[in-house]
């Protein structure tokens, strides 16, 4: 064996990758041109297969459709995370907006996988209102 060839043995091989992920996934946003990333802080945990089908791609869109947001989070993922940082990235508090799928209120507990979410599926959102007691005299 020459030299060349022990020091190709000794490097890694490019053919074969790992995926870096977060331990904690990691949501990711768009809006207009700009990405945003959400992630967790810590440790970064190597995987050597990503499966693409444990991830879904969810489009929030307001009310009045003059902005949409998309996120890329796991099937197994509350929804709570989403509407948190859909939140705090847009200067909301989470009890100001009501997040809705196909007629029903998102909970913080609610998963994409449990109320049959697929790829591109749309959630709205509106603006919580509350009061309107009537009194009469």
Known sequence: MSGDEEASKSLPSTSETNNIEMPNEQITATQGDANIAITNAGALEVTDDKNPDDYIRLRVITSDMTN????????????????????SKLGFQSDELRFVFDGHRITDDDTPKKLGMIDDDVIEIYQERTGGCMQRL
Not at 68 to 79: P, Q, S, Y
């Open 68 to 87: 949409e947001v998309h996120f890329r989070v796991k099937a197994a993922t509350a929804l709570g995370r989403l509407k948190r940082s859909y939140c």
